[in-house]
């Protein structure tokens, strides 16, 4: 069974200061990793998906870094409009086309 | 339309009573997903439709759900003898097909409350 689990649960930084947050996976054949934004009382927004080892992509402050075992989100002095909750989840060649997510990081930017 | 839209955006129910959740997905978008998500966690798959044809629908808990996409756009979600633990956020993505390199878009969700 494909299974994703985030770390940490919760992540406060003052603005400016970077940091990393962790998505740790087991999938059946990666078909592919996404994370996606989600801001309170709204859907899931796509960011990202990354589908081989050492694939990296960049979009404002946010950079993705994918391994054979986890992924991660950087970012880079971020700041208060980045608050949001971050999703990750993969999509395996035995789960077909559904997504499995991990529970997300809520991110805090405090001005 | 620009986006994923869902309707209601609100729904508060009696327990026992039946419902139905509307999404209208982005336009030419064949691909269209269900997923539920509860208070701290991420969305759970319900169901998958390629066109008109539910294709994966083993995330559906129990036989009190349902899903419909007549036409192969729009698509309606049904609860009957809703519980109160069917209380969440219910969310419909899409993508232009299915297949590795599609992104899923997600709606803005319907809240549903079973008092």
């Known amino acids: 069974e494909d299974q994703v689990t985030q770390s940490p649960e919760a992540l406060r930084l003052q603005e400016g200061e970077s940091s990393s947050l962790n998505c740790s996976y087991t999938?059946?054949?990666?078909?592919?990793l996404f994370w996606y934004r989600q801001d309170p009382g709204k859907g899931p927004e796509f960011l990202f998906t990354?589908?081989?080892a050492g694939e990296e992509k960049e979009k404002e402050r946010l950079k993705a870094t994918l391994t054979k075992k986890e992924s991660f989100l950087h970012i880079t002095a971020p700041k208060p409009e980045d608050s949001a909750t971050y999703l990750c989840?993969?999509?395996?060649?035995?789960?077909?086309?559904?997504?499995?997510f991990g529970q997300g990081t809520r991110l805090t930017i405090n001005p | 339309g620009a986006g994923v839209s869902q309707t209601p955006s609100n729904k508060v129910t009696e327990k026992g009573k039946y419902v139905e959740l509307r999404c209208d997905p982005i336009?030419?978008?064949?691909?269209l997903y269900w997923y539920r998500q509860s208070l701290g966690q991420g969305p759970e798959f319900l169901i998958y439709?390629?066109?008109?044809?539910?294709?994966?629908d083993s995330g559906l808990p129990n036989d009190r759900f349902f899903a419909v996409r007549p036409e192969g756009s729009v698509s309606t979600l049904k609860i009957q003898r809703t519980e109160r633990g069917d209380s969440a956020v219910y969310l419909c993505?899409?993508?232009?097909?299915?297949?590795?390199?599609?992104?899923?878009?997600f709606g803005p969700g319907t809240r549903l409350t079973v008092l």
């Open positions: 999938v059946s054949g990666l078909r592919g």
């Open positions: 993505a899409s993508s232009q097909a299915a297949g590795s390199y599609n992104e899923q878009f």
């Open positions: 989840a993969v999509r395996g060649f035995q789960g077909a086309q559904k997504l499995v």
């Open positions: 439709f390629q066109g008109t044809g539910a294709a994966d």
């Open positions: 990354l589908y081989s």
């Open positions: 336009s030419g978008h064949t691909a």
